[in-house]
Structure formats: C-alpha cells, structure tokens
C-alpha cells in the first residue's frame, strides 16, 4: 500500500475542519438584489405561492411578519423523518434532487440563508456550507454516519473546478471534472481501497458507464483539490452491472476485478475438508479490503425458497454453502448456487471461496463496488502474510449448522476430548 491514503485521508479531515473556520473569513458587502435571493423554503420545495409557515417546526429568536424567521436556529418540514439507508456515490446536486431535506440549522436574515448551514437529508446525509445572500460559498461537506462522504467548492452558488465523492463503507474515492455539481463526466477517476488502482473513464451521476483500468502513480493536492497521476487506461473496458436474483448482470462473469487480482488468489485450502481457499499474494496489513464476495442478488421479500424440494438437513446446508446476508439495511441477500460458485463458471469476484475458521485473521464487510453496487467483501482483521490463507468466522448459529461446524468448533476451541454439547451442558450446571 502506498503513501497516497494518507494524503487523501489526512486531506479530507482537514477539509472537514475549515467547513467550520471558513465563515470567519472577512466577506464582501451583498449585492445582490432583493427580490432575486432564495429564500429558505426553497431549499424544501417550496416557493412564495406554497409556502406556510404552519408547515414548518421553525425554533429561531425572531419571524417576520409574513412567517419568514431571522437569528440562529432550525427549520425542520412537518412529517418528515430521518431513515438512514445510503451507499454508493453522491453529490450535493443529486442528494437534493433524490431525497427529501428534514431540515436546516443555521443563521437567516428574513428568510435568507446567512452564514454557517446544516442541511439535513431523510437519507442521513448532512451537508454543511457557509452561505451569502442565499447561496453557498466555498467549500461544501456532505457526510453520512460521521464520514465524509463528498466535497466541493462553490463560487456564488455554483460549484468550480472538481468535486470528490467517498463511498461511504470505505470502498473507494471518485473524482475528477464534473457536470452541474453532479458526478457526472467523462473522465471521472475511481481510486481503490488501496488508492493505488482505479478506473478511469465516464460516469453519470455516480454510476460507471465505461472505465479501464489505470495505476495511481501519486495523489498530491493542489488548490484544495486531489490532483491524480496516474497510468495509461489498459485492461478491459468496465461498466456497471450489478447480479440479478438469477444472474450476473451483463458483464463477462469470468472479468477478473482488478483489485482483488493483485491481493488474492485462489487455492487448495490448508483446512479439513475445505476444498479451495482464499490465499494473500502479498503481505497484507489490518483492515485490508482484500476480496470482493459478489453473488446473485435476492430480495428479501417475494418469498424465494432457495431449498424447495430440498428435505435432507445436509442437502439444505450445501444448497446455501455461498448464501450470506447483507447489513440489516439491505433489503436483498447474496446467494451463488453451488454450481455457479465454480470458478470455470465465474471469476468475476472471488471472496465466496474464503473457508471458515473459530479463529480467524478476517472478516466479512461490505463495500460499494462500481461494477456490482453493494456488495459483501473479505477484511482483514490482523496482518496477513503473503502465501497465508485468509479466514473468517461464518457466524453460524451451533444449534443450526453444518456436522463439520460442530466438528471444527470441537477442534479449534473444544480441546481434546470435548464437544460443542459437553460445553453448553457444562456451561448450564
């Protein structure tokens, strides 16, 4: 890994921090005239026609005469709620335009957006601004559960140079020269965990239309600004193409994921009975991203029974061997049929073949990825050395497991002699 997360890292706490010291900084006289300033229900929806101060909880020292407030405070719409469920990309632009504002914390002047603001969205995204006659001023932070998870700069409202957009499960960074404050563009770069491998090409609106591979040489910043030397495009051309509930999506299934390639391959397991396995091409350190574990994606809902016609316990067991659930959030699983799990059948992503152990070096997590969208990955929870296996503890329940669950439980913590049952009988005396 190279220094380049670093300096991404050590940029974006530190533009997080000036949203705070930047509305210190001594400002021009407005100018602008009166009855061409946005008011503040504009940023709900609403405009002088619609507007009813009965439709707001606004909790500031003052209201004008026609409702309008002015002082430090929050305005939040009645009947909205904050239900955070986000992954992905986004901009400021796009969260306006795709999820509902609950509610704004800041200073106005007869309604006028003045100084430092908080907007917050249904989604749980927040972004925060300092504001002029109305409009945004300088550097823009959106975050999502403390992250950062977007920044650009706005010149009387609109947004210059380029924009930068953090997934928000840490999967990647993608920034460049965009549309309309969009992440739209068609040369967009998306940096890897590792900041050190990237797609570069065009997005719309955060989504990968066509990208190739690239090698980030360095990230240095400028102007406030990720400046990116990177490689010559090489490799095969990448789009997005999440799975269905029985299908890969469009893309090749056999289109190696660049990333996972240079971390891990895929080998005879050094587990009992654990077929193939998961190995580190390299030394890895903590908290590594180093697999990708894509698969069909099946709702939750529609009552798709994966075992019908399934009546042996084992056969049940073997069925799901590649299911595995996504963060409560999610409304959909991953699951690869047996035979599809096949690596003669698919390639694509390669994290479905990680063994299980009761002492594990890593973990399942979940990443953004731009060809699958939401997805579950392999982490490494210590330092992993190259040619070591990485495993991860499976979770499952012991009353409801496969025979060799219970058998490698009695292996690797029952000692000698002892068995699952003779600890929870031991354990209840």
């Avoid at 901009?91 to 917050?120: D, M």
């Avoid at 090489?234 to 289109?255: A, K, L, Q, T, V």
């Avoid at 996504?326 to 035979?339: C, K, Q, V």
Wanted: glycine share 10%; aromatic share 12%; proline share 5%.
């Amino acid at each position: 890994m190279s220094d380049n997360r670093e300096v991404i890292k050590n940029w974006i706490e530190t533009e997080d921090e000036k949203i705070y010291e930047q509305e210190n900084i001594k400002r021009s006289k407005c100018t602008c005239m009166e009855e061409s300033i946005p008011l503040f229900y504009v940023k709900f929806g609403d405009n002088p026609s619609s507007y009813s101060p009965k439709n707001y909880d606004i909790s500031c020292p003052k209201l004008s005469p026609d409702g309008l407030p002015t002082g430090q405070g929050v305005i939040t719409r009645c009947k909205t709620w904050v239900w955070p469920k986000f992954s992905g990309f986004t901009s400021w632009p796009e969260t306006e335009r795709s999820a509902k504002l609950h509610s704004i914390e800041g200073g106005w002047e007869s309604g006028v957006l003045s100084g430092n603001q908080a907007f917050l969205y249904c989604n749980g995204v927040t972004f925060r601004a300092v504001f002029e006659c109305g409009v945004a001023q300088g550097l823009v932070v959106g975050s999502f559960k403390e992250n950062v998870v977007w920044i650009g700069r706005y010149n009387h409202g609109i947004l210059v140079g380029k924009a930068c957009a953090i997934e928000p499960d840490g999967g990647g960074i993608l920034t460049g020269e965009v549309t309309d404050g969009e992440m739209t563009g068609p040369d967009l770069t998306f940096l890897y965990p590792d900041m050190e491998t990237g797609l570069r090409g065009s997005w719309d609106a955060g989504v990968m239309v066509s990208a190739r591979q690239v090698v980030i040489n360095y990230v240095w910043i400028e102007d406030n600004q990720i400046e990116i030397s990177c490689s010559a495009l090489f490799g095969p051309e990448f789009s997005f193409s999440p799975s269905g509930i029985d299908h890969f999506g469009i893309s090749d299934p056999m289109m190696k994921d660049p990333y996972e390639s240079k971390y891990i391959s895929v080998e005879k397991s050094k587990m009992e009975g654990g077929g193939e396995g998961v190995y580190a091409k390299t030394d890895l350190t903590t908290n590594t991203t180093a697999a990708i574990f894509n698969g069909f994606k099946v709702p939750q809902s529609g009552g798709h029974n994966l075992t019908e016609g399934i009546e042996e316990e084992e056969k049940i067991y073997e069925r799901l061997s590649y299911n595995i659930h996504m963060p409560e959030e999610e409304d959909f699983f991953l699951d690869l049929p047996p035979a599809m799990a096949d690596l003669n059948v698919y390639s694509g992503s390669k994290g479905h073949k990680v063994n299980h152990s009761f002492i594990p070096n890593s973990k399942f997590g979940t990443i953004y990825h731009p060809r699958w969208g939401r997805v579950r990955t392999v982490e490494t929870m210590e330092e992993v050395k190259e040619g070591q296996e990485l495993l991860v503890d499976y979770g499952y329940d012991l009353l409801r497991c496969p025979e060799w669950y219970r058998d490698l439980w009695t292996r690797e913590l029952g000692g000698e002699g002892k068995n699952y049952w003779d600890y929870k009988k031991k354990g209840k005396q």
